[in-house]
């Protein structure tokens, strides 16, 4: 008797976690920023990315309270508070890089320590030349980019320092060994809210690459 409520159990308990999963993957789909695969490697792309409109705003602090922070203004933006009021399609990924300063001494650019940018990416339709609505809040600054390359590694669990470093190693070997040559900050691209699961979420880290082919 024993065994079989063990059995039961574990059946009601393998169904809500299967229930659980699928939920997470569909509860909460939003549009993604398009782009064009050039290449693919296991877990790494050669992307191309159209020009696209962003939402961002520079925060002070670590890694983890910038891009809290920085989150709720830029969501308080899509959510409202803007010129017209109007409220703004949420777009995945949440985009995080460390702010470029100028080396006095050089033209060369270092990321700066404890200074992000948080970016939204607008949704299609908005461009240069059809800007979305002005933000209320001026620390959050509307920007056009054209188009750019990237390379590109994909990965789950959680966005920790140790999870985030090492697949930036791995890409950046991958890098060097095939003589690409990229430029700026990491982007660290998150796709997923707090609550799922962390084999489920997706994360990725792009580099700009300088050219390509």
Known sequence: ?????CFYAFIV????????II????????SESSYLTLKTEGPITIRQYPSITVAEVEMNG?????????????????????????KIAMTAPVIQTQVMS?????????????????????PAGYNKTKLP???????????????KKYIVIRFSGFNTDTNLNSHLDALKNYADR???????????????PPWILP???????????QKYP
Do not use: C
């Not at 008797?1 to 409520?5: E, P, Q, S, W």
């Not at 670590?62 to 109007?86: C, Q, T, V």
């Not at 095939?178 to 700026?184: A, Y």
């Open 1 to 5: 008797m024993f065994i079989k409520l």
């Open 13 to 20: 308990f393998l169904a809500i976690f299967v229930a659980t």
């Open 23 to 30: 939920w997470q993957m569909n509860a909460y789909k939003v």
């Open 62 to 86: 670590d890694r983890y309270y910038s891009i809290n922070s920085g989150f709720r203004l830029l969501a308080n933006y899509i959510f409202g508070e803007n010129k017209e009021k109007l």
């Open 102 to 122: 100028v080396n006095p001494h050089s033209t060369n650019k270092k990321p700066e320590d404890n200074k992000w940018i948080i970016r939204f990416i607008m």
């Open 133 to 147: 609505p002005q933000p209320n809040n001026l620390q959050v600054k509307i920007l056009s980019f054209s188009e």
């Open 178 to 192: 095939n003589k690409l040559h990229t430029v700026g900050s990491p982007l660290y691209a998150f796709y997923n």
């Open 199 to 209: 084999f489920l979420r997706r994360n990725e880290i792009m580099l700009e690459l």
